[in-house]
């Protein structure tokens, strides 16, 4: 067994594959190598389909997460193809190892209502403060508030703040809290938005506080999440769909909306 992963490691198939990798390999091949030993295989040649699932079993038995016996079911297969072409072993016998192992999908991240009132209150300026508040207190998609114009953020006769998202199939028009209404009007009127402007541009690079009149992009909004606000509230790879996952109404947003 030994000398046939030892063949490997100096094959073209094993050295094209990049460092970390090869690393990875060579970690799980060995620890594969301590588990045959341990049945008394000591050559590839005697090793079966059901061996490889005992210790498949083994993993999952020692806790081993589904994406790391994953990982180590990909190492042992990059080594049985070399041995399959190498004529080690038989060319069919890969067709009878054990699948890959179901992961289920990742839970999307959710702020606690702590981390969500440090995001508001640390801010830095009011088209942050904008952005972020309009994230969290609707269930838009961030395409959709980075598409929306000055205008479509305003006050009804009757004195309600609303939000009008036009640029999609199905357009739809959110009643928001007071308080964030009031935050977006003083960030149109400081900044001089007019009719046609993007709610949200970029800033200039050297002058913060002065808008480009582009509209701004989900890239540059994850970034600033990123770099700037999840460092500040102790979350890493802060992004928006963060913001929007279970989008917190409850506390931010009137419960009426009109159509």
């Known amino acids: 067994m030994e000398q046939a992963i ?33 049945q008394d295989i000591s050559s590839v040649r005697q090793v079966e389909s059901e061996d490889i699932r005992n210790w498949h079993h083994q993993l999952r038995q020692t806790g081993r997460a589904p994406a790391t016996i994953n990982r180590k079911r990909a190492s ?10 190498e004529g080690i072993i038989r060319p069919d016998f890969k067709k009878s ?4 192992e ?27 403060a904008s952005l972020i508040l309009i994230t969290l ?12 114009n000055a205008e479509d953020v305003f006050s009804t006769k009757e004195g309600n703040h609303v939000v009008s998202f036009k640029r999609r199939k199905s357009p739809r028009t959110l ?4 308080k964030i209404g009031d935050v977006i009007t003083e960030y149109k009127k400081n900044n001089g938005l007019k009719h046609g402007d993007p709610l949200f541009q970029g800033y200039y690079t050297r002058n913060r506080g002065r808008l480009t009149g582009c509209r701004l992009t989900r ?16 979350v890493v790879d802060l992004n928006h769909r963060m913001l929007r996952n279970g989008f917190y109404k409850q506390t931010f947003r009137n419960s009426a909306s009109t159509s």
């Open 137 to 148: 207190a609707t269930d838009a998609r961030i395409s959709e508030i980075l598409d929306l």
């Open 219 to 234: 890239q540059a909004v994850d970034l600033m999440l990123k770099r700037y606000y999840g460092p500040m509230i102790g």
């Open 97 to 100: 190892l054990p699948k890959y």
């Open 102 to 128: 179901p992961i289920g999908k990742k839970r999307p991240g959710i702020l606690s209502a702590e981390q969500v009132g440090k995001l508001i209150s640390n801010a830095r300026d009011l088209r942050d």
């Open 76 to 85: 042992l297969s990059g080594f049985l193809d070399w041995a399959q072409a």
């Open 175 to 178: 009643a928001i809290d007071k």
């Open 6 to 38: 030892d063949r490997y490691k100096k094959s073209d198939s094993f050295l094209v594959l990049s460092e970390n990798t090869r690393s990875g390999y060579t970690a799980d091949l060995v620890q594969f190598q301590e588990y045959c030993r341990t």
